[in-house]
T-cell receptor
Framework: EAQVTQNPRYLITVTGKKLTVTCSQNMNHEYMSWYRQDPGLGLRQIYY???????DKGDVPEGYKVSRKEKRNFPLILESPSPNQTSLYFC????????????????FGSGTQLSVL | QKEVEQNSGPLSVPEGAIASLNCTYS??????FFWYRQYSGKSPELIMSIYSNGDKEDGRFTAQLNKASQYVSLLIRDSQPSDSATYLC?????????FGSGTRLQVQP
């Protein structure tokens, strides 16, 4: 089954304790992205990757790191989490750059609800 | 100014009615426009895309685009309780997909 798998689904941590949220897709997609979703603010892009070893900042990259060493995996790293990073996080992927007429659909993972105390 | 604006709602319509969801965007260079549906506690899923001015129909859904007015809308005909969800407008302007904050739709049985 074609899917984007995120883990964990729920995570509670304390300020300053490094954490990683994993994301993996089995569709051989080139494009992968991380979003955070907060009430009233919608989905905001954190980082994205056009291909292996190619990553770029989105709208809210501060406090986050990513890597794309393999095509299928795109982990999100919080080196020193803070309470303002409490949010719902989504990983997404698409065949190519979003917006192309033939590669338009973003496939989303099931989300990770992160609470930083 | 937000790049993609939506009324947060909730928009409440009776079952069988037409629900009209609206979205405005600020970047005149925007090329592609999408509507995603998100049920509570779930991830967004694509329901419509539109690229040129006019209407695009898919079943009970119609997307409408007016680039001169920088306006895109989604009509849902014969609304069903199962359509109750948050609808996210997303706009692509050459770098990344920008989402609106969503409109919550409630369809009353």
């Amino acid at each position: 089954e074609a899917q984007v798998t995120q883990n964990p689904r729920y995570l509670i941590t304390v300020t300053g304790k490094k954490l990683t949220v994993t994301c993996s897709q089995n569709m051989n997609h080139e494009y992968m992205s991380w979003y955070r979703q907060d009430p009233g603010l919608g989905l905001r892009q954190i980082y994205y990757s056009m291909n292996v070893e190619v990553t770029d900042k989105g709208d809210v990259p501060e406090g986050y790191k990513v890597s794309r060493k393999e095509k299928r995996n795109f982990p999100l790293i919080l080196e020193s989490p803070s309470p303002n990073q409490t949010s719902l996080y989504f990983c997404a992927s698409s065949l190519g750059a979003t917006g192309s007429a033939t590669n338009e659909k973003l496939f989303f993972g099931s989300g990770t609800q992160l609470s930083v105390l | 100014q937000k790049e993609v604006e939506q009324n947060s709602g909730p928009l409440s319509v009776p079952e069988g009615a037409i629900a009209s969801l609206n979205c405005t965007y600020s970047d005149r260079g925007s090329q592609s426009f999408f509507w995603y549906r998100q049920y509570s506690g779930k991830s967004p899923e694509l329901i419509m895309s539109i690229y040129s001015n006019g209407d695009k129909e898919d079943g009970r859904f119609t997307a409408q685009l007016n680039k001169a007015s920088q306006y895109v809308s989604l009509l849902i005909r014969d609304s069903q309780p199962s359509d109750s969800a948050t609808y996210l407008c997303a706009v692509y302007a050459g770098r990344a997909l920008t989402f609106g904050s969503g409109t919550r739709l409630q369809v009353q049985p």
